[in-house]
């Protein structure tokens, strides 16, 4: 297992049709296995893991995440994947319903440890989105003016020209 001390687990969760994830390339490294035993696992127990528990990336999310991680200047295994090394597959991401689940398929102390430090990471993730929702309505409004002005900008200079 890695060591949790070290690791910032709120930076592993990503947002993925409108719900809080962890991808389980991430969730592996943690549980200190390999992504393919993980995913083995997982398929070996579906009947605890229904669809809101978890779901694959469909391509266009997975390169829009690659995307974003290459933009933080993080290396995604989406982007280093060979022909004949690394991921065949799409991720699939987990809910925290399904990160619970995980400690109960995977059998080991160390899986309820981490299962436990990833739901509080998780829990306080929501709970500053939901202190901090009145400041993200307020970044909104005002990024949908600045997109009208620079609108309204754009075409008071095409006329003058």
Known sequence: MTDLAYLNIQSMIVTMRGVQVMLDRELAVIYGVETKVLNQTVKRNME??????????????????????????????????????????????FTEQGVAMLSAVLHSDTAVKVSIKIINAFVEMRRFIQNNAQVFAQLDSVEQRQLVFESETEKKFETVF
């Open 48 to 93: 605890r893991f229904p669809q809101e528990f978890r779901f694959q990336l469909t391509q266009s999310e997975d390169q829009e995440l690659a995307a974003k991680w290459e933009q933080l200047h993080l290396r995604s295994q989406a982007v280093t994947s060979s022909r004949h090394g690394g991921r065949r597959y799409l991720p699939i991401a």
